[in-house]
Structure formats: structure tokens, C-alpha cells
């Protein structure tokens, strides 16, 4: 119990005198390479402490993960980024009403994308929507 309450600590002992050495030797006057620098050292910290939290909850309780599912909705999402990326979007400017539109309309695709791939993959992803329905005819 007493691992659990400790670990936001660690996580600062680790993350907060590395991000200030990297900062004050490294980084000045480097805004990107500044905040690139901390947040892999709070990736680095918070991946020490979850693995710490997991042995902990490892050894209380049997832990599946569910990676079939978790590499479908991978699978879904990266086809919906790599469509977003490589739809044209403006950038630099203030956008008028049709172009903020034309951006809007992109999204929903991607979304339309997304939610398209995982019914065709995934058996839950195309049973929600109909306990959603029976769920409203019945009130």
C-alpha cells in the first residue's frame, strides 16, 4: 500500500532534477528541443513508475490484456491519421468560413473512417450500436 502513495514522488525525484539539468545546460534559449528534452524524461519517469504500479497489481491480481483488441483499434485509428495527414489542409493563416468547412468536413471523414474500419473488424465495435438503440426503445 504504501508503494502506491509513494510512486507520484518517485516520479518527481526522477523527472523534476533531470528536466532542470537538461534545461539549464542544455536547452537554453531552445524552445522545441526544450520541451522535446522534458517530455521524454517524463515518458522515461512515468514508464518507471507504471512498471513498478503493474508488478504491484501483478502480484495482487491476475492482469489480462486484451491485445487483439487493443492492435484493432491501433489498426483504425492509424488509417484515420495517416488519411487526415495526408488530406491538403491550410496552415499559416486565418481560414475563411468555407475553408474552416472544407477542415470540418476532412474530420468527420476521418471519424467516418475510423468508426467504418473498426464495424468491419471488430464484433463489440458493431454490437454497441444496437444495445444503444434497444436500449432507447425501451424508455
Known sequence: MFIAFSLPYLHSAISLP?????????????????ALCVAIINLTARLATFSIQYSVARKAATISIPWKNIAKYV???????????????????????????????ETVAGGAIYIALLMLIDKEARRIPKEILREFRKR
Not at 489498426?75 to 468560413?97: E, N
Open 18 to 34: 533531470s528536466a532542470f539539468y537538461i534545461l539549464t545546460n542544455f536547452a537554453q534559449g531552445q524552445p522545441l528541443q526544450a
Open 75 to 105: 489498426l483504425a485509428a492509424s488509417a484515420m491519421a495517416i488519411t487526415l495527414y495526408l488530406a491538403p489542409h491550410p496552415a499559416g493563416r486565418a481560414l475563411t468560413l468555407m475553408e474552416t468547412a472544407g477542415v470540418f468536413l
